[in-house]
Protein backbone atom coordinates (compact mmCIF):
# COMPACT_ATOMS: atom_id res chain seq x y z
CA UNK A 1 0.00 0.00 0.00
CA UNK A 2 2.88 2.59 0.67
CA UNK A 3 6.58 1.47 -0.07
CA UNK A 4 9.88 3.12 1.04
CA UNK A 5 12.87 2.11 -0.86
CA UNK A 6 16.55 3.60 -0.49
CA UNK A 7 19.48 3.45 -2.79
CA UNK A 8 22.58 5.19 -2.41
CA UNK A 9 24.32 2.64 -0.23
CA UNK A 10 27.73 0.81 -0.77
CA UNK A 11 32.04 0.70 -0.31
CA UNK A 12 33.41 3.92 1.22
CA UNK A 13 37.07 4.37 2.27
CA UNK A 14 37.43 6.22 5.71
CA UNK A 15 36.81 10.15 5.41
CA UNK A 16 34.50 9.86 1.68
CA UNK A 17 30.50 10.73 1.50
CA UNK A 18 27.58 9.07 0.54
CA UNK A 19 24.09 10.18 -0.28
CA UNK A 20 21.43 7.91 0.50
CA UNK A 21 18.12 8.08 -1.21
CA UNK A 22 14.74 7.28 -0.24
CA UNK A 23 11.74 7.39 -2.54
CA UNK A 24 8.16 7.05 -0.88
CA UNK A 25 5.24 5.41 -2.92
CA UNK A 26 1.80 4.29 -3.21
CA UNK A 27 -1.76 5.22 -1.35
CA UNK A 28 0.05 8.40 0.13
CA UNK A 29 -2.16 11.61 1.27
CA UNK A 30 0.22 13.43 3.97
CA UNK A 31 3.67 12.11 4.95
CA UNK A 32 4.89 13.52 8.19
CA UNK A 33 8.05 12.72 9.61
CA UNK A 34 10.83 11.41 8.10
CA UNK A 35 13.71 9.72 8.96
CA UNK A 36 16.82 7.25 8.56
CA UNK A 37 18.01 4.79 11.49
CA UNK A 38 20.89 2.53 11.08
CA UNK A 39 21.87 -1.18 12.25
CA UNK A 40 25.16 -2.32 12.77
CA UNK A 41 26.09 -5.85 13.34
CA UNK A 42 25.39 -6.90 17.03
CA UNK A 43 24.07 -4.07 17.58
CA UNK A 44 20.15 -2.29 17.67
CA UNK A 45 18.48 -0.11 15.58
CA UNK A 46 19.36 3.79 16.23
CA UNK A 47 18.07 6.73 14.90
CA UNK A 48 20.84 8.95 12.62
CA UNK A 49 18.11 11.59 11.96
CA UNK A 50 14.78 13.07 11.05
CA UNK A 51 12.93 16.23 10.07
CA UNK A 52 9.71 16.83 9.69
CA UNK A 53 7.23 17.86 7.52
CA UNK A 54 8.10 21.54 7.71
CA UNK A 55 11.85 21.06 7.45
CA UNK A 56 12.68 21.11 11.34
CA UNK A 57 16.30 17.85 11.97
CA UNK A 58 17.33 16.28 14.43
CA UNK A 59 20.58 14.48 14.62
CA UNK A 60 22.03 11.96 16.75
CA UNK A 61 25.03 13.04 18.31
CA UNK A 62 27.63 10.78 16.58
CA UNK A 63 26.99 12.30 13.14
CA UNK A 64 26.23 15.84 13.93
CA UNK A 65 28.65 18.27 11.63
CA UNK A 66 28.71 15.13 9.13
CA UNK A 67 25.68 13.85 7.91
CA UNK A 68 23.22 16.11 6.30
CA UNK A 69 19.62 15.30 6.52
CA UNK A 70 16.69 16.47 3.53
CA UNK A 71 13.41 16.33 1.92
CA UNK A 72 11.72 16.85 -1.34
CA UNK A 73 7.67 17.07 -0.10
CA UNK A 74 6.97 17.11 -3.54
CA UNK A 75 8.98 13.98 -4.71
CA UNK A 76 8.15 12.49 -1.77
CA UNK A 77 11.88 11.95 -1.23
CA UNK A 78 14.19 11.56 1.78
CA UNK A 79 17.86 11.94 1.58
CA UNK A 80 21.12 11.52 3.91
CA UNK A 81 24.21 13.18 3.11
CA UNK A 82 27.13 11.34 5.14
CA UNK A 83 30.68 13.28 4.51
CA UNK A 84 33.61 12.18 6.53
CA UNK A 85 32.56 8.54 6.69
CA UNK A 86 33.90 6.75 9.93
CA UNK A 87 33.99 2.79 9.92
CA UNK A 88 31.79 2.62 12.92
CA UNK A 89 29.13 4.05 10.40
CA UNK A 90 28.99 1.18 9.03
CA UNK A 91 25.44 -0.28 9.26
CA UNK A 92 22.27 -1.10 7.46
CA UNK A 93 20.58 2.27 6.61
CA UNK A 94 16.77 2.10 6.88
CA UNK A 95 14.26 4.99 5.80
CA UNK A 96 11.06 5.03 7.84
CA UNK A 97 8.35 7.68 7.85
CA UNK A 98 4.76 8.30 9.12
CA UNK A 99 1.94 8.14 7.05
CA UNK A 100 -1.55 9.45 5.81
CA UNK A 101 -3.14 7.33 3.38
CA UNK A 102 -5.57 8.02 0.99
CA UNK A 103 -8.38 5.66 3.07
CA UNK A 104 -6.94 8.00 6.63
CA UNK A 105 -4.95 5.43 7.90
CA UNK A 106 -2.42 6.26 9.76
CA UNK A 107 0.87 3.70 9.01
CA UNK A 108 4.47 3.85 10.09
CA UNK A 109 6.42 2.59 7.29
CA UNK A 110 9.84 1.11 6.85
CA UNK A 111 12.45 0.79 4.07
CA UNK A 112 14.24 -2.39 3.25
CA UNK A 113 17.54 -1.03 3.92
CA UNK A 114 20.83 -0.08 2.33
CA UNK A 115 24.68 -0.98 3.48
CA UNK A 116 27.15 1.14 3.91
CA UNK A 117 29.99 0.25 4.53
CA UNK A 118 33.32 2.07 5.34
CA UNK A 119 36.37 0.29 5.36
CA UNK A 120 39.61 0.82 3.44
Known amino acids: QVQLVESGGGLVQPGGSLRLSCAASGSIFSIYTMGWYRQAPGKQRELVAT???????NYADSVKGRFTISRDNAKKMVYLQMNSLKPEDTAVYYCNTNVMTTGFRYLEVWGQGTLVTVSS
Open 51 to 57: ISSGGNT
